[in-house]
């Protein structure tokens, strides 16, 4: 029986098949000396600077100035468990941190200084279900999976994804979105999460408790907005503020993409609970950069 070493051969052809489409083999470091997030095929269609802004993008006036505005969508899936068995050798990803998830071990660190931390509070009609989904821990190694992504184009970012220890908190969400946003420079980014009225409040005050290269910049300007079809179901007092359609800069974004990610990312959901954490991690890297993959080829000229 070859299964395992066949397994280990998948896991590895899917690695080194990140890397060419990265362009790793033209590093004459190696790809061993791959950064973080670098395996990540980034969206094209995102301001990039020194790829696809102007020249002068960053002194234009206010009234251009939305065109360079970056907005992501995040958010958590309580589909994506990971089950606890014995016997699991394979502790780590062949690339930690190379791709969409974050590299685990200072990940860990961070989260477990706030293991008494209560989940985010929900000012909306589907706090039961969300007490439903996160309230089921026995035998689990993660309850789930939080994810960044741009909220117009759908693509994972680099490291914005990481396992939830125990339901939906400040400190895991905190984490994964500035590690996503540790790869860019852009000054204004605009966040949309389905409980962004509740999780925007304090954020700057828990952000600077973080390490240091994950701190915002005094010049980053982080605004939180509610995606369309779950702003219903917040308060009253949450529709203008959080409300796409009166946020300056962001057209007829509805920011649920993160949402309709989830879609290829549940069809695996059964299989990968079962594996051990790095084969979990290169397995869930592998499909959310072939999405990205896809839809890079898939782009118009």
């Not at 070859?2 to 998948?10: F, I, K, S, T």
């Not at 600077?49 to 899936?77: F, K």
């Not at 240091?212 to 917040?234: C, G, M, N, W, Y």
Request: proline letters at 5%; aromatic letters at 10%.
């Amino acid at each position: 029986d070859r299964l395992a070493q066949w397994m280990v051969m998948v896991r590895e052809w899917r690695h080194i098949k990140m890397g060419k489409r990265a362009g790793r083999g033209h590093d004459p470091a190696g790809f061993h000396e791959t950064s973080a997030g670098a395996l990540v095929i980034p969206c094209r269609a995102c301001p990039v600077p020194g790829i696809n802004l102007p020249q002068n993008w960053h002194i234009a006036p206010e009234t251009t100035r939305w065109l360079y505005d970056l907005i992501l969508s995040m958010d958590a899936n309580f589909r994506q468990k990971a089950r606890l068995r014995s016997g699991q050798s394979d502790k780590d990803a062949l690339g930690p941190g190379w791709g969409t998830f974050v590299s685990n071990e200072p990940y860990l660190d961070y989260v477990s200084q706030f293991a008494n931390q209560d989940e985010i509070s929900h000012c909306v009609g589907f706090a039961a279900l969300w007490s439903a989904n996160t309230k089921r821990s026995k035998g689990l190694r993660a309850t789930g999976i939080a994810a960044v992504s741009c909220a117009r184009h759908q693509m994972y970012q680099p490291n914005g994804m990481g396992d939830l220890q125990i339901g939906e908190r400040y400190c895991n969400m905190d984490y994964l979105l500035m590690s996503s946003l540790a790869c860019t420079s852009v000054p204004r980014v605009i966040i949309s999460y389905d409980i962004g009225c509740q999780w925007g409040i304090n954020f700057h005050r828990r952000v600077a408790k973080m390490p240091d290269h994950l701190r915002v910049p005094l010049s980053q300007k982080i605004t939180p907005l509610v995606p369309k079809f779950h702003l219903e179901a917040h308060t009253v007092k949450c529709h203008a503020q959080y409300s796409f359609n009166y946020a300056v800069g962001v057209g007829r974004t509805d920011g649920e993409g993160v949402e309709r990610n989830w879609s290829l990312l549940n069809s695996i959901a059964s299989s990968v609970s079962m594996m051990g954490p790095g084969g979990r991690w290169d397995t869930m890297d592998d499909f959310c950069n072939f999405a990205n993959w896809r839809k890079t080829v898939d782009l118009r000229a």
